[in-house]
């Protein structure tokens, strides 16, 4: 806290305020550490439950608890710290779109909470969406304390983001791609140095505190020729996994809506149906990490079939936990999932081609994984670095390459949006910064209102009206109704033009006659991409704005341009 007021003393921050990136700079140390100190927290809570909860598991018994622990998840999501249920990233993307990063300060511990009673009692589920939402808050939050501006919130929430995954992965490059590739979808190097600096802290205070270690062991591999052909086809089928995941992810999410409407309950069923499944197959509760090592260890004893059949229990299981009411992330399922998926292919293959000379199934494991953590998210950088850190090797950069770039450019063929951006790219609520969307979406029709325009009434003389256009500097005069004040029509200087050198109309001819009553108008609620593709299709270049019937303004492209020019400056970095 010293180091926090100090920041704020007039002399210190005079300082730091000339210089942004030193600011942030700094500032993302904080963030970094305390993201970091977050994500190890929830980490080893769930190292300790699930460790002593794993003595019990071949009790009939324990099918019961991921309902239990599910049932109390959204409880206190619903009625403690009134959150909906979900995985927490969406959220975060949604925020920095649309609310320059603003997110609540709840939010912070919320799903760390949540996801630790959904995960720990044995949910399919991840912890690394529930630390990047807490990581991501605490950023927000620490930029509310320094009264930063949206541009600077929005890279501290890149840094939140970045320090939580770096510290729970010990992999920092990996932390600072997802952040920015996933989170802000915007690679500027004013994101980019702190979130960079960010990533380091997280990793340091991991490192720090439980040791310098990666996450996954394994073999030498000796990649052959054979090794990368074969890595298309995995890459193929990863895909295809990436794709059903998601599509169960959302018919389960819509079939528990319409059966149960109580949240919580939803929850306790998804959570049961997860503990029978578990009951028969444990590789599927939890987190699942333990059965990733025994893959890329190459100590896997199942067979192929009990492979994929494991594959599809994670799926379903993973389905029934988040899309019926669990809390928790996708990143460690697709791990999982993505783990199993390449040692079923690579046994495939090897007993259809069993004279060629193949790397380790453990090395397929790993493509695997890289396959559906890009698949799922459609970023292609995140799963080649999460992965080349997880393992501590570049032995397997080139197929690891082919399969999540192709997997990623399949998986957004069929699903043009990744599983963290559907449902708001359904919406239409995902607005990257600096996007024409983006910019419009922070501009309202209200500060765009041009006041300054003469209203007329239908009954006037054309002679009155001629003294009223000398007066004006605006082309547009608005018609209304004498009695109740309401908009008529629009007349434009160019409809007076006929009677202007023939005075002897100026006394016949009334406002009401010339006047264009057939107007295209514009409400003060209406969005602006739609006004402007009016405009644009009708050929306008001005229209009148009317609320409740009554004329307000007008609102013109030149307006418009100036302002979106303004904005687009705000939103640009230098």
């Known amino acids: 806290m010293r180091a926090f007021n100090a920041l704020r003393r007039p002399a210190t921050w005079k300082i730091f305020r000339s210089d942004d990136r030193l600011l942030l700079i700094l500032i993302a140390v904080i963030v970094g550490t305390c993201s970091g100190l977050a994500a190890l927290v929830l980490n080893n809570a769930l190292i300790i439950i699930i460790g002593k909860l794993h003595y019990f598991r071949d009790f009939w018994w324990m099918i019961i608890l991921p309902a239990a622990g599910a049932a109390l998840s959204s409880l206190f999501l619903e009625k403690v710290v009134k959150e909906g249920a979900g995985h927490g990233i969406p959220e975060v993307i949604y925020s920095v779109s649309r609310y320059g990063g603003l997110l ?78 996933v989170i802000l979808g915007e690679w500027t190097a004013i994101n980019i140095i702190p979130i960079a600096i960010a990533s380091v802290a997280g990793t340091e205070i991991s490192r720090f505190l439980q040791g310098n270690h990666i996450a996954f062991a394994h073999f030498k591999f000796n990649i052959g020729l054979v090794d990368i052909l074969a890595s298309l086809g995995l890459a193929v089928l990863c895909a295809f996994a990436s794709i059903f995941l998601t599509r169960t992810l959302k018919i389960m999410h819509t079939v528990s809506t319409r059966l149960v409407s109580k949240l919580w309950l939803r929850a306790a069923a998804g959570g049961f149906l997860v503990g029978i499944i578990g009951f028969f197959l444990p590789d599927i509760l939890g987190e699942g990490y333990e059965s990733i090592k025994t893959v890329i260890e190459g100590s896997c004893q199942n067979g192929i079939l009990l492979v994929f059949l494991i594959v599809l229990a994670k799926i379903i299981a993973t389905s029934f936990t988040l ?37 380790n199934e453990g090395c397929f494991g790993l493509l695997g994984m890289a396959g559906l953590i890009s698949g799922m998210m459609q970023a292609p950088l995140t799963g080649i670095f999460l992965i080349v850190e997880l393992t501590g090797s570049y032995e397997a950069i080139l197929p690891l390459i082919i399969v999540s770039t192709i997997s990623t450019t399949l998986c957004h063929y069929i699903e043009p949006a990744s599983f963290y951006l559907k449902e708001l790219v359904e919406k239409g609520q995902l607005l990257r910064p600096g996007t024409d969307a983006r910019v419009l979406s922070d501009l309202s029709i209200a500060e765009l209102l041009e006041k300054d325009c003469i209203s007329v009434r239908q009954n006037m003389l054309l002679k009155e009206f001629i003294n009223i256009v000398k007066k004006s500097h605006r082309n547009f005069f608005p018609v209304e109704d004498e009695n109740n004040g309401s908009f008529l029509g629009l007349i434009h200087l160019d409809d007076i033009r006929p009677y202007l050198f023939d005075q002897d109309m100026y006394n016949i001819v009334f406002v009401g006659q010339i006047m264009s009553s057939n107007v295209e108008v514009v409400a003060p609620e209406d969005e602006l991409p739609d006004v402007l593709n009016k405009m644009d299709n009708l050929h306008l270049y001005s229209m009148p704005v009317i609320s409740n019937g009554c004329f307000v303004g007008m609102i013109s492209k030149a307006t418009l341009l100036d302002h979106y020019r303004n904005e687009l400056k705000v939103q640009t970095y230098k």
């Open 323 to 359: 899309g019926w009411g669990g809390s928790g992330g996708i990143f460690a399922p697709c791990l999982v999932i993505g783990s199993f998926v390449g040692i079923g292919y690579y046994r495939l293959i090897s007993s259809v081609w069993p004279h060629l000379i193949w790397a």
């Open 104 to 181: 609540r300060l709840r939010s912070a511990y919320s799903r760390l909470i949540s996801s630790f009673l959904t995960i720990g009692s044995g949910g399919s589920a991840g912890p690394e969406a529930p630390v990047v939402m807490s990581g991501a808050a605490i950023g927000s939050n620490i930029a509310g304390f320094f009264h930063l501006n949206d541009r600077q919130r929005v890279a501290l929430v890149g840094c939140g983001a970045a320090g939580a995954i770096s510290a729970i992965f010990n992999a920092p490059i990996a932390g600072l791609v997802f952040a920015v590739e």
